[in-house]
């Protein structure tokens, strides 16, 4: 018998880094810690999978500043650096035009 537990994602956290510390691993956090906005996977999927090409070119950090990568990590923690946050926006506004969601709308 297998005994490997799956997490199953219903929301992911959006929040902000008020003094980003280089180095530091933000694995270990709670959403009450940056104030997120959280967003159902309903819609995260989705737009992961069908903006994928926008995200292309968005610098962004997986968990801390040293590993650097494009777009959003599904499963754990991106940390998306300001001179990303209009092309992360663009791509959420062009979104929510067509879902037309309150969750989205907070986080835009």
């Not at 490997?4 to 270990?28: P, V």
């Not at 506004?93 to 835009?108: D, F, R, T």
């Amino acid at each position: 018998m297998n005994n490997n537990k799956f997490e199953i994602i219903d929301n992911h956290e959006f929040g902000i880094i008020d003094t980003f510390e280089e180095g530091k691993c933000y694995c270990d956090y709670g959403p009450k810690d940056f104030n997120c906005i959280p967003v159902g996977d309903r819609y995260i999927g989705p737009i992961v999978r069908k903006y994928m090409f926008d995200f292309i070119g968005m610098k962004t950090y997986f968990i801390d500043s040293t590993e650097q990568g494009e777009g959003l990590f599904y499963c754990g923690v991106t940390i998306i650096p300001p001179e990303s946050l209009k092309q992360f926006r663009d791509i959420i506004v062009k979104a929510n035009n067509h879902y037309k969601s309150e969750q989205l709308e907070l986080l835009i």
